[in-house]
């Protein structure tokens, strides 16, 4: 059987203690993917050194060979970041793996059957399921109403050959560094949207994400959000995909923009799921 190639989960995270639940969910759900040939590169920003350490020992008491952990002496801006981790891969396919998202254990294997076709180079998703920590509102996002590109471009997957570099400086360098690099992406190659996969990936809010509060509020405001009747209809396939990811916050009303479809579970944040320890 021909080996399966090497994909590099790139992930860039800030060493702050505030943020250190989301990194290890996060680093969870690389280490519980189905796909076996993958490597999670992480790449941090110039923290201080106790809280660098604490990131450290926790990846260290895994004892995983395919977590690998870039040290940073030079201040850089996200894009500068993203960059280092992109340099520093050695898969034949990279994946975009936010410190502070939840992904289902079949993410990378689901993707790469569409990158494995041949047809396209690089793979997003259309619709992701939308957390609020703070509230435990879960919503639906459907992304093809969103312009320019359809998609979270965040769940990039993406052939190295067509990876390129995002901008490290400049006011773009940031914030919002990915929509340069995704529009350079496509004049490259056909990405292929994947659609009607919200369990794939959980987009979490929390007050800290780097787009900021403005760009959550304008998320929220658009008409993104399945409607209440689709969600009504669609309540056991909702509540079966959530309850295969491992969310550690108790998920307390499924809704569109404002209006409530349906309770998950009790105000008392009682959950019959398994979650992160």
Not at 57 to 76: A, G, V, Y
Not at 159 to 165: D, E, V
Not at 205 to 214: A, D, K, L
Request: overall charge positive; aromatic content about 10%.
């Amino acid at each position: 059987m021909k080996k399966l190639p090497l994909i590099s989960c790139l992930m860039v995270t800030r060493c702050t203690p505030d943020r250190f639940q989301y990194f290890r969910e996060s680093v969870f759900c690389f280490c519980r993917q189905d796909y076996p040939n993958k490597e999670l590169v992480i790449v941090h920003d110039l923290a201080p050194r106790p809280d660098q350490l604490q990131y450290l020992q926790f990846i260290k008491s895994l004892k995983r060979r395919d977590i690998r952990w870039i040290p940073t002496k030079d201040k850089l801006k996200l894009g500068g970041l993203r960059n280092r981790s992109v340099k520093k891969a050695k898969g034949e396919v990279f994946c975009t793996w936010d410190d502070d998202d939840i992904y289902h254990r079949r993410r990378l294997s689901a993707q790469f059957e569409v990158i494995k076709s041949g047809e396209y180079g690089a793979v997003v998703l259309t619709d992701v399921y939308h957390l609020f920590r703070v509230s435990g509102v879960v919503q639906w996002l459907d992304l093809q109403k969103k312009p320019p590109y359809r998609s979270h471009i965040g769940s990039l997957m993406v052939h190295k050959k067509f990876m390129g570099l995002y901008p490290a400086t400049g006011k773009m360098a940031h914030r919002y560094e990915d929509m340069p690099h995704f529009g350079d992406l496509i004049k490259k190659t056909d990405v292929a949207l994947m659609s009607d996969s919200p369990g794939l990936y959980v987009y979490c809010s929390h007050g800290g994400n780097v787009t900021g509060s403005n760009y959550i509020r304008w998320l929220f405001a658009r008409p993104l959000a399945k409607p209440v009747n689709f969600l009504k209809r669609n309540k056991k396939r909702i509540l079966r995909e959530l309850s295969e990811l491992p969310i550690s916050d108790p998920i307390l009303r499924i809704q569109s923009i404002s209006r409530l479809a349906f309770i998950a579970v009790d105000d008392s944040g009682k959950k019959s799921r398994k979650v992160m320890p």
